[in-house]
DNA sequence: ATAATAGTGTCTTTCAGACAGTATAGT
DNA sequence: ACTATACTGTCTGAAAGACACTATTAT
């Protein structure tokens, strides 16, 4: 195959010696990480049990664009490294965590993204257990900081048009930690026509996030939302040892709802394994602690 | 916001003035189509059906490298459009359509992808009504040509190991035409040891395929078969009119197996809207006719 | 009449949702 | 005793899977 000639009577290896990459304007690629994790709030007696919260880390920018504002953990991607190499790399960075669950979500490619130039952006979602995070990542030279999240669906409406629908939804992103609070609004536009379905997402308003990266988290947080019903990648947030309301709660707070205790003990009962030990101290019926079953999910 | 200074003291528009991107090496950004669709094979006597295929499209690559072999259609991203634009324009350069149904699979960034220099490639997935393509893209300048695509799985191995087990797969990919027979096969290792799962897709074996383009469709099949279960895309293979039955075969082939009628179509049932007409001349019973319904899928 | 497809009815099993009930440590 | 949580049983209706049966055209 490599001793083949092309049009101009070039074989692989010439071919190859006179390829000149720098002929054509190239993007600058970088990778944007969604790093979240679940931790508890401050119990509010001795009774209750703590509330649980879902954070993203965020980072602010401390130069332009956007100086002062939140942006995604990231950086470009080396040209000797892999995408995937890029974004664990930027997460040891981080969060000085290896061995992570890490899952790609999308590319997003707009021109205008980014101010300096064009920048084709993939990004990368994390789960990490907070009992293995410590102080990290907090304390860090970068402004990297822990955000609560909150993505609530405020509005809808619906168009029926000749051939089709247009529905629209707006989201509301809220991120708030001690001492900031940022937010945006975030449109998806889903039209079909005939048999076309088109999906546009839009950045209606954003406060104190940096460029399009409001789109980003609610893209991250959907698709989170979605696979939690029918994976087992909620348990990278939990620890090693875990009671089936904790685990619960994660589902809960990911999902901004509340689920039945004893449906979810159905659902869930599959992908975990039950230990001899218990919870103590807690100011009412101690609980069992499970640990999480790998297996097969129906492959 | 933008009258902010950095710690060079300089203020946005400065920055901007003074940012020079070519500092850095930078990727080369392509996007590749996995353009499908399904066509009728020959009756094969008056009396019965024809048969579905699922069919992809491929080109000849004319040049180096990989020259002679079969790659799927796509370009370099301009540096004024975005990536869907680039996806779109190739979509029109090799089908003449416009508007059509497409979605952004994944980007591929492996170090070593292309011989000539570091390319990042972001997968998208099309779905053509095949009646609305007629002889297009078949005696197109460079050589463009439909394949008959399968990808079976052929192997699967489990190991339990201390802390979990390593799930691996094969699948077989063959594509063929009249001219050309070409395949590939690819190994998907699922590893899951304690919470941390992984998933890599590797190339073992590849004949006449152009780069990893194999792993690139057998992924791209994945998502079109889950997808098909639980979204309305399938109807964008489908023509204005069609029968139930049609629908079923393309189910199936896309699925690569046999569906229950009366199940098939209490599912479909809220998809689809009866029309007045029936087809002719089938040597049998004549079917009915549907259109799709658009409609929200229980948002 | 026959071949081949078109189309429908219904039984069973599985799973999700809802709710009601009992159990138990810590103060 | 009381509070807050732990844990289980069961009813319901919806959806998925399996199968059997009837209907209708061109030749």
Redesign the interface.
Known sequence: ?DK?I??QG???EQ??AA?D?SK??????TVDMLIFTVTNEEKKNYRKLPEKVLRLLMIKR????????WALPGG?????????E?ALRELKEETNID???ME?L??????DRD????I?S?SYMSLV?SSSLDVKASDDADDAKWFTVSCKLYQEH?TVTE???I?ERLYKLSLSNQEDEISAVVKIV?S??????KIQREIIESNGIAFDHAKIIQYAIERLRNKIGYT??A??L?SELFTLTELQQVYEVILDKELLKANFRRKISDMVIETNEYTKDAGHRPSKLFK?N???LG?
């Open positions: 195959m083949m092309n049009k070039l074989n692989e071919f190859l390829y990459a054509y304007d190239r993007p600058s690629v401390g130069d332009h664009p956007c100086i002062g504002q470009f991607v080396e040209i000797d490294e892999s995408l995937d890029a061995n992570i669950y790609q999308y590319s997003w490619g707009d021109v101010l300096r130039t064009r084709i993939t257990d619906k051939k089709g629908y529905f889903k079909v026509e005939g048999k076309i379905t087992d990648i348990f990278n939990m999480f790998p297996q097969l492959e």
